[in-house]
């Protein structure tokens, strides 16, 4: 029984996807129907896989769209379907986006370009900058699924460094990267909804994002000399002793360099891609990312010649990984019916009104101040940035503030990057605990709350002039 409810699961999702895509190009009712019927099905499946115990999260958000439903008094069955239908492209996007991976592991291109850039990386604040602006790259390729990969790397270097100032150098650059890349990197699925959610510009997004992102770095940096500092631990010291023991066991320098080039051809072809695209096809960005993404991979194990290995990997990602995306999908589906719900009354206006008070009680004071902490206090009850992002976005997307949508983008996401550093309950903190053996306080607040404090004055600096300038 439990076999059959799972591969009802993976035909439930696959479905879903497909339907997607193809009614996105080529809409029609019986096609949406089918659509709505498939999402109500995943949603159902991944209910009975991971018990409602498990699930409570998007079962509550979807109860409590339904509720919304029943007391707006529209049809409540028109209802349902509408909702199962508002995270379409969120959830077309989360089944694409882990693929990507798939390239990734198909060659040690981290290892090449340890080697490669040994030079840049050989003291400590070298090293940690390198780690920071790494895996944020990383990130644009894995997601969430870079810090316990740059983790494991850097365990790898410094394999043989112990002890918690070891600890807080490895995990505060990883976590740290991980949070800045939220407000910039093109691939990962919080950012971009946002972004679509408040139709603001792509590129002024991106860039805005990215310069917060550098100057987080640059801040971060600062952060750390004064911690090692704290620790009265020189950490160059070990350092270099360790990536020496790595260089030493490098011997093939052309096929290193290769690997490097090789990496750095994969990251532009796939951002140059998808911006070439986004500017002569009218495709939104949620649909149009993963369909880029299929196509990516498909020419890479094509030029590689390794067609049986993607094989291989749809295999295990159908039978495997998709059962894991089910959680993230069921939550997606019941954001969005409550996001459904939520439009068919008057709260939009309702917030606007309340805004428009406050503001005019507190003249001094504007809503950017207040947004990232939005974001922050529902990741401290658990909400993922991913979850968080949606149901602001969505209610934000409907609300006509007066404020360039691009700030507002930059003020979210500085409190989702804020909300990762610090948030115990959240995947973020837990998976980087589960790598170090540290506790989930020490890692998140104790080890970032001053840092998160200076990245929420910087951000609101820049936002509170351009704001004095718009």
Do not use: C
Not at 416 to 429: D, F, K, R, T, Y
């Amino acid at each position: 029984m439990n076999a059959r409810i799972k591969w009802g699961l993976r035909i439930s999702i696959t479905i879903y996807a497909l339907l997607h895509f193809i009614t996105y190009f080529y809409e029609r009712e019986i096609l949406l129907l089918f659509l709505s019927i498939s999402g109500f099905f995943l949603f159902l499946f991944a209910v009975i896989t991971f018990t409602i115990r498990r699930i409570k999260l998007p079962f509550t958000l979807f109860l409590v769209g339904i509720a919304i439903l029943i007391f707006s008094n529209g049809s409540i069955v028109d209802g349902i379907l509408s909702g199962l239908l508002q995270m379409r492209e969120m959830i077309g996007l989360l089944v694409v986006i882990p693929m990507i991976s798939w390239v990734l592991r198909e060659e040690p291109y981290m290892e090449a370009i340890m080697g490669f850039g040994n030079k840049l990386l050989n003291t400590s604040r070298k090293f940690y900058f390198g780690m920071l602006s790494f895996t944020q790259i990383i990130a644009y390729f894995l997601n969430f699924g870079s810090i316990p990969m740059m983790y494991q790397f850097e365990n790898m270097v410094l394999k043989n460094e112990k002890g918690e100032a070891w600890e807080n150098f490895k995990g505060t650059s990883v976590l740290r990267g991980f949070a800045l890349s939220t407000m910039w990197v093109l691939s990962i699925p919080s950012f971009i909804f946002v972004v679509e959610a408040m139709n603001a510009s792509l590129w002024i997004s991106i860039l805005q994002g990215l310069g917060v992102s550098i100057f987080g770095v640059i801040l971060a940096v600062v952060f750390s000399r004064f911690e090692e500092k704290k620790y009265g631990v020189d950490l160059t010291a070990g350092l270099r002793t360790e990536i020496d023991e790595v260089i030493s066991q490098t011997t093939d320098v052309k096929q290193r360099n290769k690997r490097v080039l090789e990496f750095a051809i994969l990251f532009i072809s796939l951002f140059g891609t998808i911006f070439l695209l986004h500017s002569i096809l009218a495709v939104e960005l949620l649909v149009l990312i993963p369909l880029v993404v299929v196509l990516w991979i498909g020419v890479y194990h094509l030029v590689k010649k390794r067609t049986k290995q993607l094989k291989k990997d749809a295999k295990t990602y159908v039978k495997t990984d998709m059962i894991r995306q089910s959680y993230q999908l069921s939550v997606m589906l019941g954001a969005g019916m409550m996001i459904s719900a939520l439009n068919q009354t008057g709260f939009a206006p309702f917030v606007v009104d309340g805004i428009y008070m406050l503001q005019e009680t507190l003249p001094f004071i504007n809503v950017l101040y207040f947004l990232p902490f939005m974001v922050i206090i529902l990741a401290f009850f658990g909400l993922g940035p991913l979850t968080v992002m949606v149901l602001i976005g969505g209610i934000l997307g409907n609300l006509s503030l007066p404020y360039p949508p691009e700030l507002i983008v930059l003020t979210v996401t500085s409190g989702s990057a804020i909300s990762i550093m610090l948030s115990p309950l959240i995947m973020p903190v837990i998976v980087l605990s589960g790598n170090n053996g540290l506790s989930l306080i020490k890692n998140g607040i104790k080890f970032n709350w001053k840092y998160s404090v200076a990245l929420y004055v910087m951000v609101q600096i820049y936002v509170q002039l351009m704001v004095q300038v718009w």
